[in-house]
C-alpha cells in the first residue's frame, strides 16, 4: 500500500466501524458480541494504521492525499499517533468497563450499540481534523468531534449528564462557529492575494504566502481563531463546558475527550500560529497565548484545591495543562515549543490513565465524591496503585514524563527572559500537586467501606492502565528514539525553521541522539 | 450599483427576520421566522451570483433553499410542537432591551467592518457589518433566552451570519466546502433538537435557569 492509501485507510477504518456497531443493533440476541467484536478489530486496526502513517511520515516527510485535502507532516504524526494509542487503550478500557455497565443495568445492549459506534465515529472526527490541510475541512472536522461526542457525554441520559450533554453541545458549538469566522477572514484575506485562489483553502499553500497576507485582518482572524477552538481546547474563560462534560461522559470517553479532542483543536490553533507568527511576527499571538495560558492555569489550580469531585478535578486538570501548553508555545523559542509538544503527550498519556483510574472507583463505589470514597488500596489494590503513581507523575513528580515536560517549560521561561511568570506558574503547579496528593491521600488509603466488595474488575480494565504508566515511566526515564525524532521535527514545523537543526544549547538534552534529521518540506509530487 | 443596493437592504432584513425569531413567544412561530429568514438569505446569494458572476452561488442558494428553508424549519417544528414550558417562555431580556441590544451591535459590526480592506467587499460592507452583526445577534438570542429551543434558533442565526460571510467573502470556495458546513450545521440542528427533547422528556423543563445541578 502506498502512504496515500495508509491515509485513506485509516481515515474509513473508525468510519466504516462505527456503520458496523449501528447496524449490530439490529442482529437481536447476537448484537452485543457483534457489536464489541466489530469495535475490537476497528480500534486495533485504527491503531495499526495511525502507528504506520506517523512512521511512515518520520522516515519519508510529509504525505499528501486527495489533492493536497490531508496533509500529515512531522506535526500532525505527533497528535495522529496519540489519537491512535489512546483511542486504542480508552477503546480497549471501553470494552471492559460497559460490560459492568450492562451487566449491571445501567445501559441497554442497544444504547452499547451506539455507544461503540458513536466512539468510532468520534475517532474517524478526530483523524480528520488532525489529518486535514484544507482549513474549511479542518473547521468542519473539529465541528463534528462536537457533534459525534454529544450522545456519549450524555449517554447514561439522566439529569446531570443531559445537563451536561447540552452545555457541551451549546458552549462547543458556538464557540467554534468563531472559529468559523476566523477561518473565513484567513481564507478570504488569501483569495484576494494570491496568484492562484484555489489555493487558498490550503494550510500549506497559505503558509507559503504567509509574508503577503493583510496583517490586519490575521490579527482579527487569529483572535476569533484562538476564542474558538480555544473553546473547544478548553482554555480559561471558554472552558466552562469542560468539567461538565469530562465528569458526566463514562469514564473512557471523558479519557478520550481529555487526552484526544483537546489536543486536536490545540492543533488546529498550533497551525494558525505558525502563519500568524510569519504574517505579524511572533510577538502578538505569543502574547494572547502567554495570557490565555496563565489565566487557564491559574483559575484550574483554584478549582482543583478545592474540588471534592474526584472526576472534576481531573477535568480541571485538562484545563490547567492545555493551559501550560499554551504557555509554554507562548514563550516562544526551541525549547518552549519542544517543551510544549513533549507535554502533549505527556498530558495525554497522563489523563488517559487517570480517568481509566477514576473509573474503575466509580464502578466499586458508585460515586466520585472524594469524602465517600475511602480505601481503594484496600478494595482493589492494583487499581489504587495505578492511580497513585499516575495522580503523583501528573503533578509533576520524577521520574515520571510530565516532570521533564514542566522543568523544560520552566528552563523555556526563564531563558526567554520570563523569570516572574515562572515563580508565578511553579506556585499554582505546586497548588495542583496539593489538590492531586490530596485526592490521592483522601481515596487510595485509610480503611475501606464495608458495602464495597473487594477485587478487580477485570483485566480489560486495568492493563490500558498498565500500558499507560508503563510509557510514562519510558518517556520520563529515557526518550525512545522515534518520539524525539518526531518532536524535533515538528518542533521545527512550529518554528518555521525548514530543515535547519533546532538552535544549539536551546534544544532538548534527548536532540543529540536523533539520528537523521526528518525532512519538513512537502514532497515534490504534492503542495 | 443597484444589484449592490438589493443586496445590502436585503441584508438588513435579515436583522428585521432575527429580531422576530427571538421576538415572539413561541418556538414553532420562531421556526417559521427562521425559515423567512433563510429565504432572505437565499435571495441575497442568488442576487450575489448574479452580481459577482460566482456561478458557485446559485448552488449554494439552491443548497440552502432545501436545508435552511424547508429542512432545518419543518424538522424544528414538528418536534418543537410538542414540547410546551410556559414557564421559560419569558425572556431574560424584554422587547424593548432586545432592540437596543441590537443597535448597539448594528453600530459597532458596521465600526468594525469599516476598517476593513478587501477590494471584494468595498461595495458590500453594510451586507459585511450585517453579517458580523448577525452573528452576534445570535450570540445574543442565546445569552438573553431562557428556553432552550430559542439557544436553539440562537445557533442557527449565528450560522446564518456566518453563512452569509462566507458567500461575500469566500463565494468561489469548493461545492464540497460549502456543503461540510451546511452538513454541520443540520447535525448540529438534529442534535440540539434530539438533546433538548430528551431534556424535556426527563425533566419535564425547557428552562435553561433549571439546569443547574452541575456547578464549581
Redesign the interface.
Known sequence: MSHMEWVYALLLTPFATALLAFFSRGLGAAARRAATLFHLLGITLMLVLSLGTAFAVLADGPISAAGGWFYIDGLAAIFLALIGVVGFLTGLYSIGYMRHEVDNGEISVPTLCTYYGFFNLFLCTMLLAVTAN?I??M??AI??T??GS??LV?IY????S??????Y??IC??GV?FG??GT??V???A??VLAD??GA?FWTVLLGHAGQL?P??MRIAFVFVLIGFGTKAGLFPMHAWL??AH??APSPVSALLSAALLNCALLVIIRYYIIVSKTLGPAFPRMLLLAFGIMSIAVAAL?II??R?MK?LLAYSSVENMGLIALSIGLGGPLGVLAALLHVINHSLAKALLFCGSGNILLKYGTRDMDAIKGVARVAPLTALLMGAGALALGGMPPFNIFISEFMVVTAGIHSGHPWLMLVTLLLLTLVLAGLVRMVARTLLGPSPDAVARGELGVLTLLPMVLLLAMMLTLGVSMPRPVAAALDSAARIVLDQGDAPLAAGAAAPWIKTTAKPVPTAAPAAGL | MTATLIVNNLAGLLFVTSLLVMGVSRPTASAVFYSLQSLVLVLIFVTLAATLGAGELYLWAASAFVTKVVLVPVIMYRALGKLQDPAASRPLIGPTGLCLAAAVIAVLSYLAVSTVKLAVVAELKPALAVSLGHFFLGLLCIVSQRNILKQIFGYCLMENGAHLTLALMANRAPELVEIGIATDAIFAVVIMTLVARQIFRTLQTLDVKQLTALKG
Open positions: 484544507n474549511i475541512m473547521w468542519v465541528e463534528a462536537t457533534l454529544t450522545f450524555g441520559g439522566q439529569r446531570s443531559l445537563e451536561a450533554a447540552w452545555k453541545v451549546i458549538t458556538v462557529a468559523l469566522f473565513v477572514l481564507y478570504s484575506n483569495t484576494s485562489p484555489s483553502v493583510d490586519a485582518l468539567p461538565d465528569s458526566e478549582f478545592v474540588q469531585d472534576r
